[in-house]
């Protein structure tokens, strides 16, 4: 495995890092969410549109023996489990399927996301892309890569010449204005792409390939190594109203600053923005 190794990072008592750690624990998910592509899968409802899977459930269970061995003195909030408070300021969050919805239709396009907060401030994140072997990693003040080369945001400054991704999320209202906020903007805008997977799009925006990713719904699992990475590779992100986003901040919206910026001012007024 290679040594993404950080001093600053909590370390397990035979010289690992918690990032070191984060990443057998998303590569042992990958094993297990690959394994289980060609089968048939056990869906359930959690919501109207919010499903769960066996290989979910399977893959967090493995992700959690792996954190908990290493540092069972660390808090865990993960999609598929209860909370459980540790006797450390350290938590794990974790989303061990994320982008479920295209897994479950034979879609190529999630990821598993590990990441580690000191109370409620990001230390370190994993995206891990099975699919692509693609590893997205972040340690605060050490920089952002992808299988240990340096990414950066997108240098796209306008809104004319960028690629936008978003996502809908489950609530209906706010995707509508979503929606209608793409209308507004269209055609003062190069392309847009909806992701299925916020862990991959805040990646894509921390690595620049797409210049700006958006959201209106989103949990702390689906954020958190997001956080980080889009922090350390250079970018900003914020929510809806503008302030900077956080580990329970339902919103996002990820890009450089200056795009941020950009947006923030194309879109002021706009219901999306100003909606409850």
Known sequence: MTDFSHDALPMTGDGRSALDVALEATTTAGEIIRGGWDSDRQITFKGRADIVTDIDVAAEKAVLEILTSAFPQF?????????????????????????????????????????????????????????REETFTAAKGQGAFLNGAPINVSETTEIARSLLSFDLGYVDEKAGLAIDMLRSLWPGMYSVRMMGSAGLGLAYAASGRVDLFFHHSLSPWDVAAGLVLAQEAGGRVVD????????????????????????????DGLPWRTAS
């Open 75 to 131: 808090g865990i909030l993960a999609e598929e489990s209860q909370p459980v408070a540790g006797a450390s300021p350290y938590r794990w969050v974790v989303d061990p399927l994320d982008g479920t919805r295209n897994y479950a239709q034979s879609i190529p396009h999630f990821c598993t996301i590990v990441a580690l907060a000191e109370e409620d401030d990001i230390v370190a994140g994993v995206v891990y892309d099975p699919v």
């Open 240 to 267: 809806r109203q503008g302030n900077k986003a956080g580990l329970f901040t339902p919103s996002v919206i990820c890009s450089s600053p200056a795009l941020v910026e950009g947006f923030l001012a194309a879109t």
